[in-house]
């Protein structure tokens, strides 16, 4: 190797390790297989769904589910682009485990305590189910959103799940409607710091 290769190689290294974006240890980058916003003219028929059926979702290991029942839950739904954004907490109380501990479940089919009906996580799959009028922190009233990104906190865990429906991945986006699928694993979370009326957004016991 020449000395002009030589730094060029080098040049290229300190880059990698200095200026490339890295993600955090506490991330976990997943597959969204479906999120879905609506906002129809009647604020009670509002809608969120959110599914990932991913391999990264290990159940009740440090820093993943790690015990709702005991201090509750978050979702963080944003728009990178406007900031548009809700933060949505789901309390301990309404948490439970499975017979077979292999699962803790949200119930709120009356969403007396917040938008969310019903929430689950167990190995391999997260689903959050929310509806109603207290869904309102993203509007939907613009031509179109770009993309949408879903973090979620479980417990008083170190991990946040996130994923990101932008590009390919982004199937319906017009006024009152956006809907994504099979989002890419890959990068970091998107930053919700432009979600400045939202963040932090960490469950509540």
Same mark, same amino acid.
């Given at each position: 190797?020449?000395?002009?290769?030589?730094?060029?190689? #080098?040049?290229?290294?300190?880059?990698?390790?200095?200026?490339?974006?890295?993600?955090?240890?506490?991330?976990?980058?997943?597959?969204?297989?479906?999120?879905?916003?609506?906002?129809?003219?009647?604020?009670?028929?509002?809608?969120?769904?959110?599914?990932?059926?991913?391999?990264?979702?290990?159940?009740?290991?440090?820093?993943?589910?790690?015990?709702?029942?005991?201090?509750?839950?978050?979702?963080?739904?944003?728009?990178?682009?406007?900031?548009?954004?809700?933060?949505?907490?789901?309390?301990?109380?309404?948490?439970?485990?499975?017979?077979?501990?292999?699962?803790?479940?949200?119930?709120?089919?009356?969403?007396?305590?917040?938008?969310?009906?019903?929430?689950?996580?167990?190995?391999?799959? #997260?689903?959050?189910?929310?509806?109603?009028? #207290?869904?309102?922190?993203?509007?939907?009233?613009?031509?179109?959103?770009?993309?949408?990104?879903?973090?979620?906190?479980?417990?008083?865990?170190?991990?946040?799940?996130?994923?990101?429906?932008?590009?390919?991945?982004?199937?319906?986006?017009?006024?009152?409607?956006?809907?994504?699928?099979?989002?890419?694993?890959?990068?970091?979370?998107?930053?919700?710091?432009?979600?400045?009326?939202?963040?932090?957004?960490?469950?509540?016991?």
């Amino acid at each position: 190797m020449n000395r002009k290769h030589a730094f060029v190689f #080098l040049t290229a290294a300190v880059w990698l390790t200095m200026g490339a974006p890295m993600a955090s240890g506490a991330d976990k980058k997943l597959v969204g297989k479906k999120v879905m916003l609506r906002t129809p003219v009647d604020p009670t028929q509002n809608r969120f769904t959110f599914i990932s059926t991913d391999p990264n979702i290990i159940f009740g290991a440090p820093n993943d589910s790690d015990t709702p029942t005991s201090n509750g839950a978050s979702v963080l739904v944003f728009n990178p682009l406007s900031g548009e954004c809700q933060c949505i907490q789901m309390g301990a109380a309404r948490w439970s485990i499975g017979p077979d501990g292999k699962r803790y479940t949200y119930h709120d089919q009356a969403t007396s305590f917040g938008p969310v009906k019903l929430a689950f996580i167990r190995e391999r799959k #997260l689903k959050v189910v929310a509806k109603g009028a #207290l869904l309102t922190g993203i509007t939907l009233n613009e031509t179109t959103q770009g993309e949408i990104a879903v973090h979620y906190k479980s417990g008083n865990s170190t991990t946040r799940f996130c994923s990101h429906f932008e590009g390919g991945s982004v199937r319906v986006d017009r006024v009152n409607a956006f809907i994504g699928s099979d989002s890419a694993p890959q990068g970091v979370c998107a930053d919700d710091s432009v979600a400045v009326s939202c963040t932090p957004c960490d469950p509540i016991p």
